[in-house]
């Protein structure tokens, strides 16, 4: 899928997608929200939740990698990538 693809779609399509094809790379907090960043085809993905609440606030789309700064010191790359 590609990143205009992705964006085109409702929430809920979008965390389906992520469930499916998503790499979780990192997590981390702002504010009152807990944050995960997935990395998917050629593009991130940040999902942004209220801390403690499974509902989805809204999801950030990003193709550039400064996009990736808040979360360098928390990237984890799956065993295979290694």
């Given at each position: 899928m590609t990143f205009a693809d992705f964006k085109n779609l409702h929430q809920r399509l979008q965390t389906e997608h992520l469930a499916r094809h998503g790499h979780l790379l990192a997590e981390r907090g702002e504010d009152s929200c807990a944050l995960s960043l997935y990395a998917v085809a050629d593009f991130y993905a940040e999902v942004w939740r209220q801390r403690?609440?499974?509902?989805?606030?809204f999801i950030h789309v990003f193709q550039k990698p400064s996009g990736l700064s808040d979360y360098l010191e928390r990237v984890q790359l799956p065993a295979e990538w290694q």
């Open positions: 403690g609440e499974e509902q989805i606030l």
